[in-house]
């Protein structure tokens, strides 16, 4: 079955960079079709959409966070790792990796979550 | 990514019929994906596509689409039903978008 699970500090300060590790079971990221999605929600707040990567290591972000993101995969250890630069007290949610297996049309499987802090 | 708007809340007796609605420009060109999540939990799909329920999901679950509009129905409504939910699409650009969140109370 397909499992994914975050990884990452739970609390780092303002300015930092966050890097967060999604380590997945079940598929694998060189199968055609396939991605690795970050989604954040704040506590109380909706969710939104950080990055995709794909199989073919097409990227995406969201436009309004994409001078701060970074996403990358390591396909042999079944990793896709977040990077957030320059972190804010605004950033503080429960950050989510998802797989994605339908060419990016939705995510079908999500890990636990992780909460992330920013606090000085 | 463009935006997807929902209303913030609404409420469904028990065994009742409830639409959820998504509203936005990409609908007009790709389907919503809609997201079901309780409290401490992670989302959960339950419509994909026109009209596809991943396995597990109950039947009560339907969707829909016209135009800018997207819609998430629950025909007979449980009380395990009671969570967030939450559109989802992308546009033509391959970004996504989240909607802003439908809180169904069920009376």
């Known amino acids: 079955q397909i499992t994914l699970k975050e990884s990452g500090p739970t609390l780092v300060k303002p300015t930092q960079t966050l890097t967060l590790t999604c380590t997945f079971s079940?598929?694998?990221?060189?199968?055609?079709?396939?991605?690795v999605g970050w989604i954040r929600q704040p506590p109380g707040k909706a969710l939104e959409w950080l990055a995709l990567?794909?199989?073919?290591?097409?990227?995406r972000y969201s436009p309004s966070l994409k001078s701060r993101l970074t996403i990358t995969k390591d396909t042999s250890k079944n990793q896709v790792v977040l990077t957030m630069t320059n972190m804010d007290p605004v950033d503080t949610a429960t950050y989510y990796c998802?797989?994605?297996?339908?060419?990016?049309?939705?995510?079908?499987?999500w890990g636990q979550g992780t909460l992330v802090t920013v606090s000085s | 990514s463009s935006e997807l708007t929902q209303d913030p809340a609404v409420s469904v007796a028990l065994g009742q019929t409830v639409r959820i609605t998504c509203q936005g420009d990409?609908?007009?060109?790709?389907?919503a994906s809609w997201y079901q999540q309780k409290p401490g939990q992670a989302p959960v799909l339950v419509i994909y596509?026109?009209?596809n329920r991943p396995s597990g999901i109950p039947d009560r679950f339907s969707g829909s689409s016209s135009g800018n509009t997207a819609s998430l129905t629950i025909t007979g409504a449980q009380a395990e039903d009671e969570a967030d939910y939450y559109c989802?699409?992308?546009?033509?650009?391959?970004?996504?978008?989240f909607g802003t969140g439908t809180k169904v109370t069920v009376l």
């Open positions: 998802a797989h994605s297996g339908s060419s990016g049309r939705n995510f079908d499987y």
């Open positions: 990567i794909y199989w073919n290591d097409d990227k």
């Open positions: 596509g026109k009209n």
């Open positions: 990409s609908l007009r060109s790709y389907y």
């Open positions: 989802n699409s992308r546009d033509s650009s391959g970004n996504h978008s």
């Open positions: 079940g598929f694998s990221l060189s199968t055609s079709g396939v991605g």
